[in-house]
């Protein structure tokens, strides 16, 4: 159903959190699109609602929207249904704890002021994103999730991304066992020296074929090639 808002509402902040009513709906926001929008709206709060799915133009008429929070929720696979492309505007978006598996190559299609990306508490093994358009971006949030390594591609991606916009941009990884075996100590030795800003690089732990847990704060790669 369409929520007829009027348009010369002034709203910049609306908080849908812990609702009882989505939760019971199910897939909650499939059905809902704001037909006139929220032309003011700077923050947008739907976390832990059990939601599965949005509509496609949900987010569409909401120009000014700087934060969505959309954590604990339940959208999974689900996620690359989640249109955010057309808001130029917003800065944070947080889909944490969300059962997400796969962020889709060209999820942020053309340019946006993306600012923070929290992806905490997913199940995401593989990121692999364009960051061409997110000039501005200055922190991914992977901690907590299923991450062993990070692909050459997704390297060379943050290093170029890095050249252009200098060195502002900082990838969390914390809580990911991440992998030291013989195939992936060149990933190691990424994050020993990209420009990217590792956070809390040195409590950051990697296990090795033997089961092995090593902290990389006091791993030498050298010793394990």
């Known amino acids: 159903f369409k929520t007829d808002w009027n348009p010369t509402f002034q709203i910049q902040y609306m908080d849908f959190s812990n ?17 006139h929008g929220l032309k003011k709206l700077e923050t947008l709060n739907y976390s832990n609602n059990g939601i599965k799915a949005t509509h496609p133009r949900l987010f569409n008429n909401m120009p000014s929207l700087k934060t969505l929070l959309l954590s604990h929720n339940n959208f999974g696979a689900n996620v690359s249904g989640l249109t955010v492309s057309g808001n130029r505007n917003l800065m944070v978006l947080d889909l944490s704890y969300n059962g997400i598996s796969e962020i889709p190559a060209n999820y942020f299609d053309g340019d946006c002021s993306l600012k923070e990306l929290n992806l905490t508490g997913n199940n995401i093994s593989d990121f692999d994103i364009d960051l061409s358009g997110l000039v501005g971006l ?69 296990q090795d074929s033997s089961q092995g847990v090593y902290n990389l704060g006091t791993l030498d790669v050298k010793g394990l090639k």
């Open 138 to 206: 200055k922190l991914i949030n992977l901690s907590h999730n299923s991450i062993l390594t990070i692909s050459p591609s997704m390297q060379a991606k943050f290093d170029n991304f890095t050249k252009r916009n200098g060195r502002n941009l900082t990838l969390a990884l914390a809580g990911n066992l991440l992998s030291c075996e013989c195939e992936d100590l060149s990933f190691i030795d990424w994050l020993a020296n990209t420009e990217v800003h590792i956070d809390h690089k040195d409590d950051l732990t990697c």
């Open 19 to 35: 609702n009882n009513f989505l939760h019971s709906v199910g897939t909650g926001l499939d059905k809902i699109e704001f037909s």
